[in-house]
């Protein structure tokens, strides 16, 4: 890697600021979901395409696909070791947004009820999502930094720039970025009172 370039874990990490921002985003919808009565059918949509496309198929992809298998090569088990207890909650994540997105199609037709359940499913969501990224960010990766020797990570580092590219698509890494500060516009949220997911967890 050259002295500028970024680590795996540093683009894993700036990725987790972005998603954070966009939990900011999800937080204030649940809430006023749960006082109105409605959902806000239109930004609660952007939010989710944000998750299943940014969250999910950009950056769990480079962690699922790449950094998990070569830590377990390493030696770390995903049976009762950290990677597995990743997987697991990506999984838990995915169903709380099929969750949200039922509830999103069912205010159509009783939006008391739907906004009930999207506010239940959007902040175990967001509750989820902090933890799982404190985890990673203060446990996961940290064990990946000292595991992995420069060319592991630089090998690394040019595998997750072609998952953006062939995996992701073009420019589609930078759309989600602008649409999650566009969100946080959209609902008055300003970019530095975005809650950090550091502060959710303690690694000790």
């Known amino acids: 890697m050259t002295p500028h370039s970024q680590s ?15 939990l900011a985003v999800l937080e204030k919808l649940a809430d006023n979901a749960a006082d109105n009565g409605k959902i806000d059918a239109e930004i609660a949509s ?5 998750f299943r496309r940014f969250a999910d198929h950009c950056h769990h992809a480079k962690e699922e696909d790449l ?6 090569a390493k030696g770390f088990p995903r049976e009762g070791g950290p990677t597995g207890v990743m997987l697991y909650e990506h999984e838990q994540g995915r169903a709380l947004i099929r969750q ?25 969501y967001v509750n989820l999502l902090r933890q799982h990224i404190s985890k990673e960010d203060n446990i996961l990766f940290v064990l990946a930094e000292r595991t992995l020797n420069a060319s592991e990570q630089a090998e690394m580092l040019a595998k997750f720039h072609a998952t953006e590219k062939e995996h992701v698509g073009e420019g589609v890494h930078e759309k989600y970025v602008a649409l999650a500060e566009e969100l946080l516009a959209k609902m008055g949220i300003a970019k530095e009172s975005v809650p950090k997911a550091s502060g959710f967890f303690c690694c000790h």
């Open 67 to 72: 950094l998990f298998p070569t830590l377990e």
């Open 100 to 124: 949200m997105g039922e509830a999103i199609q069912a205010g159509e037709t009783d939006p008391q009820a739907a906004a009930q359940k999207f506010a239940e499913a959007a902040r175990q």
């Open 8 to 22: 795996p874990t540093e683009i894993l990490r700036n990725e987790h600021r972005v998603i954070e921002q966009v």
């Open 46 to 50: 952007q939010a989710l395409d944000f």
